[in-house]
């Protein structure tokens, strides 16, 4: 298991530090948050906590052409959690790479980037 990777996959799907060596996870708003130590995160090991990461990877990525679906893609199929793991860590450490010229982009596309 990789402590590290576990904890880059756990804030790109949103949870945040709560200080104290863990993580609030938003598990049911009416009932508040409740707290996963970081040593807990079953990304590396557990379909059920990993796919959920593949689905969002899909959604974040699906409006540029800056990233390999293929890898990812060609991951999936081999139904190793191993081999996925590694793709998705590696999908996310570029989408963090990438994602100020992503939003640089939009900006201008969108037209929100006035200068003057």
Not at 15 to 34: A, P, R
Not at 70 to 79: F, I, Q, S
């Amino acid at each position: 298991m990789n402590d590290k990777d576990n904890k880059l996959i756990a804030l790109f799907m949103g949870l945040k530090e709560d200080g104290v060596d863990g993580y609030l996870v938003d598990m049911d708003k009416d009932y508040g948050y409740q707290i996963v130590h970081e040593s807990c995160f079953l990304y590396d090991s557990s379909w059920d906590w990993l796919m959920p990461v593949v689905v969002e990877c899909f959604e974040r990525f699906a409006n540029t052409d800056t990233i390999d679906y293929m890898r990812l893609n060609d991951a999936l199929l081999t139904c190793n959690i191993d081999e996925l793991y590694q793709v998705v860590v590696e999908f996310i450490k570029q989408y963090n790479s990438e994602r100020s010229k992503w939003n640089e982009q939009t900006r201008i596309e969108e037209g929100l980037d006035h200068k003057g």
